[in-house]
């Protein structure tokens, strides 16, 4: 197969962490061709998506004392093209948040790859849906209490009523902007304001999950079914478990709770051609799908004694060539 990866610059992508390199190494070893490109190197001609591609080799990490050891030439590039996408068997779009208008632009012109020699993942349309904050509220009875508002009166009557609450941007990753917000805190008001610029930016905002300091649960989903979890545990100094900000990956399982929840996502995530997804998952609570370059992989991968990247690329193989 030749397969198409829509990312970030290749030379910030971390080989022992980003699940993009997992699956990339992975289609790199079972033989497939492994392209990729940029969302401003995607272009619309006579009707049809192309791209200015690259095809890369890789150099596969190997796990040294509990953990992943990359050499320092871990990828090359073979050679470069422009090409229509619909060449590929499967593009990944795995650009990382923000989805901001260029993310937007980006899927418009993924639609005008063609779906009966090509598949997305994940959809274009599924991703323009799913708001990886805001897709969650479908699923009401798996989550904690939950708004989404711009306004200061409002969002004060939930802190009051909840005591604590987390605040979250709708557009952040790796928890950039997430804050802690507590009823008479005297800050209260002027992170508020921050937060939603002065009312012009809407904002969710959950109730505070004591079992937070347990950990947040990353469990990825494909093709709406569960294949592995990680549990993130927050730093000493920290409410947030993301491991951005330092949360520590511990190994973990999924519970029969988490399993009701995953019941409840799966089906709507297939529905809207979302075929790899990050669920999260706080004392039994749904807090976020995240859908646009779920991570995870690696982490999974060291604590479980799996290989996630190997099974995606198994599942491509099984859907695509058979």
């Given at each position: 197969?030749?397969?198409?990866?829509?990312?970030?610059?290749?030379?910030?992508?971390?080989?022992?962490?980003?699940?993009?390199?997992?699956?990339?190494?992975?289609?790199?070893?079972?033989?497939?061709?492994?392209?990729?490109?940029?969302?401003?190197?995607?272009?619309?001609?006579?009707?049809?998506?192309?791209?200015?591609?690259?095809?890369?080799?890789?150099?596969?990490?190997?796990?040294?004392?509990?953990?992943?050891?990359?050499?320092?030439?871990?990828?090359?590039?073979?050679?470069?093209?422009?090409?229509?996408?619909?060449?590929?068997?499967?593009?990944?779009?795995?650009?990382?948040?923000?989805?901001?208008?260029?993310?937007?632009?980006?899927?418009?012109?993924?639609?005008?790859?063609?779906?009966?020699?090509?598949?997305?993942?994940?959809?274009?349309?599924?991703?323009?849906?799913?708001?990886?904050?805001?897709?969650?509220?479908?699923?009401?009875?798996?989550?904690?209490?939950?708004?989404?508002?711009?306004?200061?009166?409002?969002?004060?009557?939930?802190?009051?009523?909840?005591?604590?609450?987390?605040?979250?941007p709708l557009d952040g990753k790796a928890g950039e902007g997430i804050l802690f917000l507590e009823w008479g805190d005297r800050n209260l008001k002027s992170m508020i304001e921050i937060s939603t610029q002065r009312g012009q930016r809407p904002v969710m905002l959950q109730e505070y999950l004591p079992a937070a300091r347990e950990g947040d649960k990353r469990i990825i989903l494909l093709e709406g079914e569960p294949i592995g979890a990680?549990?993130?545990?927050?730093?000493?100094?920290?409410?947030?478990?993301?491991?951005?900000?330092?949360?520590?990956?511990?190994?973990?399982?999924?519970?029969?709770?988490?399993?009701?929840?995953?019941?409840?996502?799966?089906?709507?995530?297939?529905?809207?051609?979302?075929?790899?997804?990050?669920?999260?998952?706080?004392?039994?609570?749904?807090?976020?799908?995240?859908?646009?370059?779920?991570?995870?992989?690696?982490?999974?991968?060291?604590?479980?004694?799996?290989?996630?990247?190997?099974?995606?690329?198994?599942?491509?193989?099984?859907?695509?060539?058979?």
């Open positions: 197969m030749k397969l198409a990866f829509i990312i970030d610059p290749i030379d910030r992508l971390d080989p022992g962490h980003d699940s993009t390199v997992a699956m990339m190494e992975a289609a790199y070893l079972k033989g497939h061709e492994v392209w990729i490109t940029a969302i401003d190197q995607l272009h619309v001609v006579e009707g049809k998506a192309w791209a200015k591609l690259q095809s890369l080799r890789f150099k596969p990490v190997r796990l040294v004392d509990g953990r992943w050891e990359a050499p320092s030439d871990w990828y090359r590039v073979e050679a470069e093209a422009f090409l229509p996408l619909e060449v590929m068997q499967a593009v990944f779009m795995r650009k990382d948040p923000p989805a901001d208008a260029a993310y937007f632009y980006a899927t418009f012109m993924l639609d005008y790859v063609d779906p009966a020699k090509t598949l997305v993942i994940n959809s274009p349309d599924g991703l323009r849906k799913a708001n990886e904050k805001m897709y969650a509220l479908q699923f009401p009875s798996a989550m904690p209490k939950t708004q989404v508002s711009t306004g200061m009166s409002q969002i004060l009557k939930f802190v009051e009523q909840n005591g604590k609450a987390v605040l979250k990680v549990n993130r545990v927050p730093a000493a100094d920290e409410f947030r478990g993301n491991m951005a900000v330092g949360g520590r990956a511990d190994a973990t399982v999924i519970t029969p709770r988490e399993q009701e929840i995953c019941a409840q996502v799966g089906p709507v995530v297939q529905r809207d051609g979302l075929y790899f997804v990050g669920i999260d998952v706080i004392g039994g609570f749904l807090t976020e799908v995240n859908v646009t370059s779920p991570t995870g992989i690696r982490e999974i991968d060291r604590l479980s004694d799996v290989r996630l990247g190997d099974q995606v690329i198994e599942w491509l193989e099984r859907r695509l060539l058979q």
